[in-house]
């Protein structure tokens, strides 16, 4: 491992002291991830719900320990749980950010979630418990890793699965995934036992050590792949042939550099989302 790789790893490793890596990488709470969730909520449910975060905001940092930051997705969902009347159903989005964490390409998808009216996004972070750094900015990654922070993204999303259906509010028939890279890696091998409505994978690599090929028959899915992508000049991506082989919708631009092809098609997604909604 490069030396600045090292560097890098070293709080982990010291955090970890007597412990194999791995071990340490799957023993941080899971909990963890699915408490420290960014969560949007579209204006359209805030005014019919009339939604106020406002004392639920100040509650929550006031009990976040120091340096933490404060549950404010969770607030969110405290307010919307209290708030909806008896019997009231919602359509989710379970959205899972890449490698590097929830940097500025996932926040801006966050940011277009929160503009599909009706439906609720949930965005589990890996990063809230302890991990080691996996990827790299010379769009590589510590292979070493892969088999460990693999299972630990699975242990995640079927976590925060299990969460969401647990919710009164949620409709069970309108649960929906969406990942970018590792993400949607995460998002296509899902297995567990939580049926989804559709998933939505946005440059994605889908290797048999993020789960491999976890699609479900009548399931919707949406892939977006660039041909060119940085990421895939060493590993191969299999998204795309997944969407295929289940009957979905590929988006794919052979001449594209993008590792977020899905800013040139926004309103593509927008249509997934209406026209798959039960």
């Known amino acids: ?39 949007r909520i579209p204006k359209d449910i805030i005014e019919a719900h009339n939604l106020d975060f406002t004392a639920a905001f100040a509650a929550a940092r006031a009990a976040a320990p120091g340096g933490r930051r404060p549950q404010l997705g969770k607030a969110r969902l405290d307010v919307l749980a209290a708030k909806l009347p008896p019997g009231a159903k919602l359509p989710v989005v379970v959205y899972f950010h890449g490698c590097a964490g929830m940097v500025i390409p996932s926040q801006q998808h966050l940011d ?117 992508d940085p990421w895939f000049k060493v590993y191969t991506t299999h998204c795309r042939n997944f969407v295929l082989k289940h009957g979905g919708t590929s988006v794919y631009d052979a001449n594209s550099r993008s590792h977020n092809l899905i800013l040139e098609h926004w309103p593509v997604v927008r249509k997934f989302f209406a026209e798959n909604r039960r």
């Open 1 to 39: 491992m490069p030396n600045d790789r090292a560097k890098t790893l070293a709080p982990l490793l010291a955090a970890c002291t007597g412990l194999w890596l791995a071990g340490c990488v799957t023993t941080g709470p899971v909990e963890r991830t699915f408490d420290g969730a960014d969560v």
């Open 112 to 228: 277009w979630l929160e503009g599909l009216e009706g439906f609720v996004t949930i965005a589990p972070d890996s990063f809230a418990r302890q991990r080691p750094v996996h990827c790299f900015s010379d769009y590589t990654v510590d292979i070493s890793l892969s088999a460990e922070v693999g299972a630990m993204r699975q242990s995640e999303i079927n976590h925060a699965l299990r969460q969401v259906r647990a919710m009164p509010w949620v409709d069970r028939n309108n649960i929906f995934l969406m990942g970018h890279s590792q993400g949607a890696s995460t998002v296509a091998g899902y297995r567990g036992e939580v049926r989804v409505r559709g998933r939505v994978l946005i440059n994605g690599g889908c290797h048999d050590v993020m789960g491999g090929d976890g699609l479900r028959a009548g399931e919707a899915v949406l892939s977006f792949t660039s041909g060119r």
